[in-house]
């Protein structure tokens, strides 16, 4: 699947920490000399894997025990990365309404301006192997990791996965302290928490809190692929792939995100859990890449759209906003617009199930595929081909245009000022040849939507949009279905987008009284 819009400030990191430990000024916090001869697994001190959840004696008295135990297998990881010559040094975190400073610069080149970030990690095998996310190490240069006791060693990258925000980096020796994933236990919502890593750079803090909820869904393309923890252990920049533990010791998730009006913690981070975690870095550990199976669609939940497209509430679906031109689903049939209610003869149940079950297909398997298209069931065999990178995904995104072209005169529908397709208007706009319906020729704000001139309007409802009596159609439908709403689905010149406009109220009519005779 393509990359959803984010909705919440993906923050841990992002390679914007300015390296504060350069020359072992800063020393980890609880670390002393007896450090430095430790190696091997770390055992828990308490309970057995596998146990239930529950407070050790003293718990939750003091975190220091735990944080003494596992923190020698926390690191600090510092990156090198190059920007290209003539990319600002500011970048806005998507879904807030401002810009951070970038990396620290170190000096310009002819191939770009040198930065330094840094994160967080940790060892998971005595041989050097080490966990963190992949965008604290995405496009370094150079990745140095410091120990626990102040040590540095150059590490190198083995492998990452875009779609699941994680990476495994390795550092030569052995001996090393480690930790393992939990598997059996499953944390519950209100169980204690401890997230040890590297914040701003300061080294090694640890931060405590509890599951505050489970499965949590952040709107980007990582959560195709995962269902987060959510946690209120404090999370700040840097602390990007350090890890989440349990009263015991154990970790149960890989911190990531958080949700922050201002960039810094609130309460609210994001975890990948363990099992996750765990599938994915021991695949890369193997030296796998990880391949996913791709239709070449851009989904959405129907449940947002359901009512207003006249559909039975027993419906469940993904509802096709845009189909990838030559992609496998284009060559299997589906169009924009259609609502995925079966795959492989099992019902889907929403966006995120398609996907995952898409991307879990190996690639050249043969998908069988139910749609409904219009009041029609039908059934379309599609090829999974493997999923290309996020950034490649990102390139095709049909580039939007500014600024807003010059309105047209039009007809006034539903809020909308609307127009046949005629060839003028298609030569005005730039609308490709294969987009047919009614042409947006004015601005407004309508419903959730803004229009601008050259939208085209390719669905109401359940049906294909040819004319404005189409649209006008759909109105009667819905007024006879008692329904506030119904469902566009709109051509813009960025990508297709589903809306739901209100049903104009019906025009007032006039009576004649009889006439009568005095």
């Known amino acids: 699947m393509k990359r959803k819009e984010f909705i919440i400030g993906a923050a841990a990191g992002l390679l914007v920490a300015v390296v504060a430990t350069a020359g072992g000024l800063i020393r980890w916090p609880g670390m002393d000399g007896s450090l430095l001869s430790v190696s091997g697994p770390i055992t828990p001190s308490a309970g057995a894997p596998g146990a239930a959840f529950g407070p050790p004696p003293g718990a939750p008295v003091s975190f220091a025990d735990i944080f003494t135990q596992v923190a020698p297998a926390v690191v600090q990881i510092d990156v090198r990365t190059r920007v290209p010559r003539g990319e600002a040094q500011t970048f806005q975190i998507p879904g807030l309404p401002f810009e951070f400073e970038g990396p620290q610069g170190e000096g310009e080149s002819p191939e770009g301006e040198t930065t330094l970030g840094a994160g967080s990690g940790f060892f998971i095998s005595e041989d050097g192997y080490i966990v963190t996310n992949n965008h604290v190490i995405a496009n370094a240069e150079e990745i140095t990791v410091r120990l626990a006791d102040n040590r540095e060693l150059p590490a190198r990258l083995v492998g990452r996965d875009e779609s699941t925000d994680l990476a495994v980096i390795k550092v030569d020796g052995g001996r090393f302290p480690y930790v393992s994933f939990e598997e059996s236990a499953e944390p519950r919502v209100g169980d204690w928490v401890i997230a040890v890593g590297n914040p701003f750079g300061l080294g090694g803090t640890a931060t405590a809190g509890i599951?505050?909820?489970?499965?949590r869904d952040l709107q980007d393309v990582s959560s195709n692929y995962v269902?987060?923890?959510?946690?209120?252990?404090?999370?700040n920049r840097g602390?990007?792939?350090?890890?989440?533990?349990d009263i015991y010791g154990r970790v149960i998730g890989v911190n990531t995100a958080i949700f922050s009006p201002t960039g810094g913690s609130i309460g609210i981070g994001f975890a990948i859990p363990a099992n996750t975690a765990k599938t994915i870095t021991d695949r890369l550990m193997r030296g796998e890449q990880i391949e996913r199976g791709y239709l070449g669609v851009t989904i959405g939940d129907l449940e947002p759209f359901r009512e207003a497209m006249g559909l039975d509430a027993g419906i469940n679906g993904a509802l096709i906003n845009d189909v990838?031109?030559?992609?496998p689903a284009a060559r299997g049939g589906l169009r924009p617009g259609d609502i995925v209610i079966e795959l492989d003869d099992a019902p889907v149940s929403g966006a995120t199930d398609l996907t995952r079950r898409v991307g879990a297909a190996k690639v050249g398997e043969t998908l069988e595929v139910v749609v409904l298209r219009g009041e029609r069931r039908l059934v379309a065999r599609v090829q999974a081909a493997k999923r290309p990178a996020q950034s490649e995904l990102d390139a095709l995104q049909r580039p939007g245009r500014r600024p807003v072209p010059e309105p047209?005169?039009?007809?006034?529908v539903a809020g909308l000022t609307l127009a046949p397709m005629t060839p003028e208007l298609r030569s005005k706009y730039d609308i490709p040849a294969g987009i047919n319906g009614v042409v947006v020729v004015g601005t407004a704000q309508v419903g959730q939507g803004r229009f601008v001139p050259g939208m085209v309007i390719l669905q109401a409802g359940l049906k294909p949009v040819r004319s404005i009596a189409d649209i006008q159609a759909e109105i009667v439908r819905a007024r006879q279905g008692n329904r506030d709403e119904f469902f566009v689905l709109v051509w813009t010149p960025d990508r297709n987008g589903s809306v739901l406009l209100d049903v104009p109220s019906q025009p007032a009519t006039r009576s004649r009284a009889p006439a009568t005779t005095q």
């Open 227 to 235: 269902d987060y923890i959510q946690i209120d252990a404090a999370i």
């Open 211 to 215: 599951v505050s909820a489970k499965s």
């Open 239 to 245: 602390n990007s792939g350090g890890p989440t533990f």
């Open 324 to 327: 990838t031109a030559g992609g």
């Open 408 to 412: 047209s005169p039009g007809q006034a």
